[in-house]
């Protein structure tokens, strides 16, 4: 699979450097936790990261080890990124109980990555006695840090920081334009859904890429839970939450889609009676919770299409993901 053209433009820096582009070490790093110090430029990559492997590999470091978050894919890499895994063979970390310290110290790294990773400060106190470990900025939750902060924070502790910067302004370059050729989108509601079992807040990366393209989340979505939650459960006797302009419906699988079809106020929705459902299958749902520099060109590949047909103002056009999906019944 052809890697997609990458993009994105500048932000603050999370991470605490010398320089904003500068790559020296040793290299000072602030987190939730604490101070991380990186003596030198690392070689022997491990990410903890659910969704870790992607970055690193775009910035060209091929991780020694990975940890696996869901699919059936070789080393746990998407198809997205396997063109830039070429034949490495990453360790690929598994287990429901969360992470093997003692495997990961066997790996003997020089730096663990460990942003969207859930970790504990007791497991971050551990980790960081093996090889110094960058884990969230202080000011965001757990599975809360937008894209473009984790791929700057994970380029400047493997010393990549102007290659990122290139894809980064490439990928928001190209969402610029995507929403400037769309001023329709401007201000209308959506709701980024996981399956029929619940819906994104406007932090989390999904519906925040979304939302740069013009769609806003509306107050009564956030409102439902705290501020560091990332997601809501539906009730399936109240959608109200979910009745927007456009309903985008994550599935991670054909029993999600099924779920979705069969929830009995589906056809209650305005989305659903204005033909503004997309249903994004688990590929592009893959890919859109990697929110990664190789995983988001393909989501704006193959999401923005059918978002184009769901919103054209035109209630008989077909939306072909929808279609498959039996949404249309």
Do not use: C
């Not at 790294?109 to 980790?127: R, V």
């Not at 859904?193 to 890429?209: A, K, M």
């Amino acid at each position: 699979m052809k890697i997609s053209t990458l993009i994105v433009a500048a932000t603050t820096f999370s991470a605490l450097a010398t320089g904003v582009l500068a790559q020296e070490y040793p290299l000072t790093m602030e987190n939730r936790f604490g101070t991380t110090v990186i003596p030198e430029k690392p070689s022997r990559v491990v990410t903890l990261s659910y969704n870790g492997p992607d970055n690193l590999l775009a910035l060209g470091v091929k991780p020694l080890a990975v940890r696996y978050w869901w699919g059936d894919y070789p080393f746990a890499i998407w198809p997205w990124a396997q063109e830039a895994l070429g034949d490495a063979e990453p360790v690929v970390l598994t287990g429901e109980d969360g992470i093997n310290i003692e495997q990961v110290a066997a790996l003997q790294p020089d730096l663990i990555i460990a942003l969207y990773s859930g970790i504990s400060d007791t497991e971050y106190e551990l980790l960081s006695q093996i090889a110094p470990t960058v884990a969230n900025e202080a000011q965001y939750a757990d599975y809360s840090t937008p894209w473009h902060v984790r791929a700057r924070t994970i380029a400047m502790a493997v010393g990549e920081s102007e290659k990122a910067e290139e894809l980064i302004t490439a990928f928001e370059r190209r969402l610029a334009n995507i929403a400037a050729a769309h001023p329709e989108w401007q201000g209308m509601t959506v709701a980024v859904t996981s399956g029929s079992s619940g819906v994104y807040r406007s932090v989390d990366p999904r519906p925040n890429l979304i939302s740069q393209l013009g769609f806003v989340v509306p107050a009564k979505i956030d409102d439902l839970a705290d501020a560091d939650d990332f997601y809501v459960e539906l009730s399936p006797e109240d959608l109200s939450p979910i009745d927007t302009d456009l309903v985008i419906w994550m599935t991670y699988g054909d029993g999600d889609v099924k779920e979705v079809r069969d929830m009995p106020l589906r056809k209650t929705l305005t989305a659903h009676a204005e033909g503004r459902e997309v249903l994004a299958e688990e590929l592009i749902a893959g890919a859109f919770s990697w929110a990664s520099l190789l995983s988001l060109p393909y989501v704006l590949d193959e999401l923005v299409p059918l978002i184009e047909l769901a919103a054209d103002g035109d209630p008989a056009t077909i939306v072909p993901s929808s279609q498959i999906g039996g949404l249309l019944d």
